[in-house]
């Protein structure tokens, strides 16, 4: 069965009633607030979590389904970054299932997947999907959160959608943050810019990406947006080092398949999001540059 996601945020117990849920899709901070919500609507019950891997050739999923809580009435089973890897798994276990609940969140899954076509084909199971939100639905977010609020213009509201580059996630720390910060419930416009100090990019990853592409503009811009801490020198580093490491994998499988297979093979697997910027960078790298940019890095790392 198929719930569109928007009646599922007005009301997530219309999910109460299927003993396993799919939700999958880009749309990363929606997905964490239906894990919260499903979290506190069962807050008396066991929550599991897990990620594929952990249960993918192991017991550990039968175990769980198999065996009895004398605490609590049923089992809540989140298990993230699923695929279609799970399927024959789900299928051994769900016959088992009793009344525990099993859900699982997935980034994008096409039309031609198996998971997805089983639970949107069933009245047992229920998927819902997670697409990216727009300017729209994050207008929407602020408005809500913040209707209480006086002072609240258009411009301070362009001002939180500019700063959260339409991420769910992202927008609701920074409403986390106003709402916070003007206890009063009237907004300052100074003091919000101030606040949310938009020029400043605090995401030092996408500092590495543009430098590991060579795209000297942007590199140089955020260079001068983003904060750095020199106490996070050695974090900076390793987030480099993990980055070149990972090219270096691809590098070594090049020289027996090509690069979109060497993307699936290496584990953990490339965040969907990261994979445009990582084919550009293996493109650009080969295992002598790697080599000699880690012998920096490491040598570096020794110097602080």
């Not at 260079?223 to 993990?242: C, H, P, W």
């Not at 297979?261 to 960078?281: R, S, Y």
Request: overall charge positive; some cysteine.
């Amino acid at each position: 069965m198929i719930t569109k996601s928007y009646l599922v945020e007005k009301d997530i117990k219309l999910l109460t009633r299927f003993n396993s849920i799919l939700f999958y899709g880009e749309n990363i901070g929606l997905k964490k607030e239906f894990k919260k919500k499903i979290k506190n609507l069962y807050e008396k019950s066991l929550i599991l979590n897990y990620i594929q891997d952990e249960v993918l050739n192991t017991e550990i999923l039968p175990n769980e389904i198999g065996n009895i809580s004398l605490f609590e009435d049923k089992k809540i089973i989140f298990i993230e970054n699923v695929n279609d890897k799970i399927y024959p798994l789900f299928e051994d276990v769900v016959k088992n299932i009793g009344n525990n609940k099993i859900i699982f969140f997935a980034d994008i899954l096409d039309k031609k997947s198996k998971l997805r076509n089983r639970f949107e084909k069933s009245k047992e199971f229920n998927s819902v999907a997670c697409y990216a939100d727009n300017d729209i639905s994050i207008r929407k977010i602020i408005l809500d959160r913040l209707s209480n609020f006086k002072g609240l213009t258009s411009q301070n509201i362009n001002l939180i959608l500019e700063n959260s580059n339409l991420d769910r996630a992202r927008v609701q720390n920074e409403l986390d943050k106003i709402i916070s910060c003007f206890q009063d419930k009237i907004i300052d416009n100074e003091k919000l810019e101030m606040l949310l100090d938009a020029k400043i990019n605090d995401d030092f990853s996408k500092l590495k990406d543009e430098a590991l592409v060579g795209n000297k503009n942007n590199t140089n811009r955020l260079l001068s947006d983003t904060r750095l801490d020199t106490e996070k020198n050695v974090l900076y580093l390793n987030i480099i080092n993990q980055r070149l490491n990972k090219l270096h994998e691809v590098s070594s499988l090049l020289k027996e398949t090509n690069l979109e297979t060497a993307l699936n093979t290496i584990k953990p697997p490339i965040f969907w999001k990261d994979k445009p910027k990582f084919i550009e960078q293996s493109k650009r790298w080969n295992s002598n540059k790697i080599t000699t940019a880690l012998n920096k890095t490491y040598n570096l790392e020794i110097k602080i």
